[in-house]
T-cell receptor, first 116, second 112 residues
């Protein structure tokens, strides 16, 4: 398993501003994922981040809006840029502990973002 | 394309009663199957997973799930529900790649 922490746990932001969310894992992992969970909805994958390479974005998500950094095997950041009220969601960091062969994903506690 | 269906948006059960949450998937082979729970304001916690072998899987908090290949189902069960089980439950499928697909979730309400 893996223990994942996220900062901040919640924030209220003004439209047009940006917020960077940090994700820290207690062990080295290859695969890290960022999800969005809009109110009352399931999880939507934003992007997959491997250390040392560019993040891979899912359809409907672009790097200019959601830039991701992955400087090492235990840390990643997601920035929500030029925010609008539609970005109000829970953002979840997740890791897969081995190899991408259908292994288990573990989740952080989430960052609850409200955009006014 | 692979998909996961949780037919029940919400379910209400009495404390002490049994529980079954339904999950169906669409995939040509046997995928890896998971159940997660999300308490209000929290992240997702893994309850149990099925990769292969025994089709009845035991998880944490007294939950179990049964994989039925013929029905493409992976239903979650608990014999006696506690008030603390009230949460959102997500079924998820991974077909061997990097992407896990989540169902829409089932919200469980527990009444006294």
């Amino acid at each position: 398993s893996a223990v994942i922490s996220q900062k901040p746990s919640r924030d209220i932001c003004q439209r047009g501003t940006s917020l960077t969310i940090q994700c820290q894992v207690d062990s080295q992992v290859t695969m890290m994922f960022w999800y969005r969970q809009q109110p009352g909805q399931s999880l939507t994958l934003i992007a997959t981040a491997n250390q040392g390479s560019e993040a891979t974005y899912e359809s409907g998500f672009v790097i200019d809006k959601f830039p991701i950094s992955r400087p090492n095997l235990t840390f990643s950041t997601l920035t929500v840029s030029n925010m609008s009220p539609e970005d109000s969601s829970i953002y979840l960091c997740s890791v897969e502990t081995a190899g991408g062969q259908g292994d288990t994903q573990y989740f952080g506690p989430g960052t609850r973002l409200t955009v006014l | 394309a692979q998909s996961v269906t949780q037919p029940d948006i919400h379910i209400t059960v009495s404390e002490g009663a049994s529980l079954e949450l339904r999950c169906n998937y669409s995939y040509g082979a046997t995928p890896y199957l998971f159940w997660y729970v999300q308490s209000p304001g929290q992240g997702l916690q893994l309850l149990l997973k099925y990769f292969s072998g025994d089709t009845l899987v035991q998880g944490i908090k007294g939950f179990e799930a049964e994989f039925k290949r013929s029905q493409s189902s992976f239903n979650l069960r608990k014999p006696s529900v506690h008030w603390s089980d009230a949460a959102e439950y997500f079924c998820a499928v991974n077909t061997g790649g990097f992407k896990t697909i989540f169902g829409a979730g089932t919200r469980l309400f527990v009444k006294a």
